[in-house]
């Protein structure tokens, strides 16, 4: 998906709020590590419309990870969901036609050991670090 105003597109957050609803998705006594949906995994794949500098922790819009915190942390890991490294492509309409082949053949590459890989350690840590 393609980050709006540092969140996801509101399309993809009214499917989120109608799909992972209370009894299917999470309930409050099992949530986190714990929740229903913890057999799942997640991963955002996203392009951004600022460098990846403007999202670094000295950047104008902060760390990326900031960002993720409550799209990642917030619905995903609340429902138990196991949560991947996220996938992001940088401002890939300011950046060459060889730098966006490059940015397609790094995520063909990816989805070929997607489920070889760790989930993050979705903690405050991880990304407020």
């Not at 998705?25 to 229903?36: F, H, P």
């Not at 609340?78 to 401002?91: D, M, N, Q, S, T």
Request: with cysteine; aromatic share 16%; glycine share 10%.
């Amino acid at each position: 998906f393609p980050l709006f105003w540092f969140s996801m597109p509101a399309i993809l957050k009214g499917w989120m709020d109608r799909v992972l609803v209370q009894g299917f998705a999470y309930d409050l006594s099992k949530c986190y590590d714990g929740g229903l949906l913890q057999d799942k995994l997640s991963l955002f794949s996203f392009t951004t419309g600022g460098t990846k500098e403007m999202y670094s922790n000295g950047g104008i819009g902060g760390d990326i990870r900031y960002v993720l915190w409550p799209m990642q942390h917030g619905i995903m890991h609340f429902c138990g969901v196991k949560v991947l490294e996220p996938h992001i492509c940088y401002a890939p309409e300011n950046v060459s036609e060889e730098k966006r082949k490059e940015m397609l053949t790094a995520w063909t590459q990816r989805l070929k050991t997607l489920w070889k890989e760790e989930p993050i350690n979705c903690s405050p840590e991880w990304y407020f670090k």
